[in-house]
């Protein structure tokens, strides 16, 4: 494993907490696997045998209706882990994982971290805090379906990937339109209307691109009441 890989994997939530040893321990017999953009990692409803953590790209968690549609649960990238919880119980995944980019992810077996448990039970404090992560991420989106505009979701989700604190920001979309919606809980068709709407709060969409001329004030409108948001 490159020495790059290792360290996105240690800072993870899910060994950043573990003991060196353990750390060392797991990350000797984990391996990096890379999968091409639209690869499958695993299928909904697989036996879950692994814990991955996201070095390079993005990968999508979608669960599929028994009409056929997909629901977008997550997005991740470098850092995040995913399949934990059902992978210590021995049990199958409720979603299925694709790489949404060309990406490399290292791939635990989940036998190997349960025997780490067993001997180092503060490895579990690990589990837990990545398995928090996740349902506070989950509690996020219920919310936000719940409490705001579509307009707003699209901003939020904007000011997430923003590494400006104030003023002019350009902030590159990482993965296309189609699946932005998707994590957003809207259809294509609605997005665009979001980022028409998204005008009037400075937001310029060129391609994969998104020109923010403020971001305080697109915070602003992300945080405002949806009642008055709906009026702009």
């Not at 993005?58 to 056929?68: E, Q």
């Not at 579990?124 to 349902?135: C, D, Y």
């Not at 001329?213 to 409108?221: K, S």
Request: net charge neutral; charged share 20%.
């Amino acid at each position: 494993m490159k020495t790059e890989h290792a360290a996105i994997a240690r800072s993870s939530l899910l060994l950043a907490s573990a003991p060196e040893a353990v750390a060392q321990a797991v990350l000797e017999q984990a391996r990096v696997r890379t999968y091409p953009r639209g690869g499958t990692i695993f299928l909904q409803g697989e036996q879950a045998k692994a814990i991955y953590i996201v070095a390079e790209g993005w990968v999508k968690l979608y669960r599929i209706a028994p009409n056929g549609a997909e629901a977008v649960v997550g997005v991740f990238t470098r850092g995040a882990s995913f399949g934990e919880a059902v992978a210590f119980r021995s049990d199958t995944y409720p979603v299925a994982a694709e790489a949404v980019t060309d990406c490399a992810l290292i791939r635990i077996d989940a036998d190997s971290l349960l025997r780490q448990i067993r001997s180092n039970p503060e490895v579990a404090i690990s589990i837990l805090s990545a398995t928090f992560v996740h349902l506070h991420s989950l509690v996020t989106q219920v919310e936000q379906l719940k409490a705001q505009t579509g307009a707003q979701r699209v901003a939020e989700f904007l000011l997430e990937l923003a590494d400006c604190p104030s003023g002019p920001c350009t902030v590159a979309l990482p993965y296309d339109k189609v699946l932005i919606a998707g994590r957003l809980g809207m259809k294509p068709e609605s997005l665009s209307r979001a980022f028409a709407r998204l005008k009037d709060q400075g937001v310029t969409i060129r391609q994969n691109m998104a020109l923010v001329e403020d971001v305080a004030l697109l915070r602003t409108y992300a945080e405002e009441d949806p009642a008055t948001a709906w009026t702009r």
